[in-house]
């Protein structure tokens, strides 16, 4: 059973548009979440995080977006730039320490030029 | 340049026959993590270690070994491989375990037949 989700194996956008990327998690223990963005043939990359006391994370044209009641968080990107395509995981950590990592299945974004 | 290096990118081997996948990190960080990454399933952790002589298992820890003996390297042994231990893996790590934004390596492929 994931206790990391990411419902849409897919996304397209068109370049400029915004980009919404949707994870849901099951374990309430879940304090820490991060997002990471993989191109092919690469290791993924750190791209934001967000802590459980917070429900907003900006990072220039990445926002992280939590809400714990619904054990829900989003990222958008906007604008959305072909440069962004790639693969999308989300990921939990179980512990205060981040000793444990979960991982979604991934979200492959295409943006269209 | 501060990176994680894994060695082989790639592998095909046989039932059955020990193998070793390196991973070494110049960034000094003490704690380090290995995931297999399979279609629909995402990163599933395999061993995380927090400092050298400290490692402990993740979700995924059966048919693998690890040892850290040095803070810089972390390998994954595989004492007897099966077909269903194919799959891509990473190497990451971070400053602590604390600090949650991971690097990863470029990814090792393995088809063991």
């Known amino acids: 059973d994931q206790q990391v989700k990411q419902n849409s194996p897919s996304l397209s956008v068109q370049e400029g548009r915004i980009s919404i990327l949707n994870c849901d998690y099951t374990?309430?223990?879940?304090?820490?979440f991060l997002w990471y963005k993989k191109y092919p043939a690469e290791g993924p990359t750190f791209l934001i995080s967000?802590?459980?006391?917070?429900d907003k994370n900006e990072d220039g044209r990445f926002t992280v977006f939590l809400n714990k009641s619904a054990k829900h968080l989003s990222l958008h990107i906007v604008p959305s730039q072909p440069g962004d395509s790639a693969v999308y995981f989300c990921?939990?950590?179980?512990?205060?320490?981040?000793?444990?990592?979960?991982f979604g299945p991934g979200t492959r974004l295409s943006v269209l030029p | 340049e501060a990176q994680v290096t894994q060695n082989p990118r790639y592998l095909i081997t046989v039932t059955g026959k020990k193998l070793t996948v390196t991973c070494s990190q110049n960034?000094?960080?003490?704690?380090m993590s290995w995931y297999r990454q399979d279609p629909g399933l995402g990163l599933r952790q395999i061993y995380y270690?927090?400092?050298?002589?400290?490692?402990d298992k993740g979700d995924v820890p059966e048919g693998y070994k690890v040892s850290r003996k040095e803070k810089r390297n972390f390998p994954l042994i595989l004492e007897s491989p099966s077909p269903n231990q194919t799959s891509l893996y990473f190497c990451?790590?971070?400053?602590?375990?604390?600090?949650?934004?991971?690097?990863f390596g470029p990814g090792t492929r393995l088809t063991v037949l």
């Open positions: 990451a790590s971070s400053p602590t375990a604390g600090t949650n934004e991971q690097f």
């Open positions: 960034m000094n960080h003490e704690y």
């Open positions: 374990n309430s223990m879940f304090d820490y």
């Open positions: 990921a939990a950590s179980v512990d205060n320490y981040g000793q444990n990592f979960v």
């Open positions: 967000i802590s459980s006391i917070k």
């Open positions: 270690s927090m400092n050298v002589e400290v490692t």
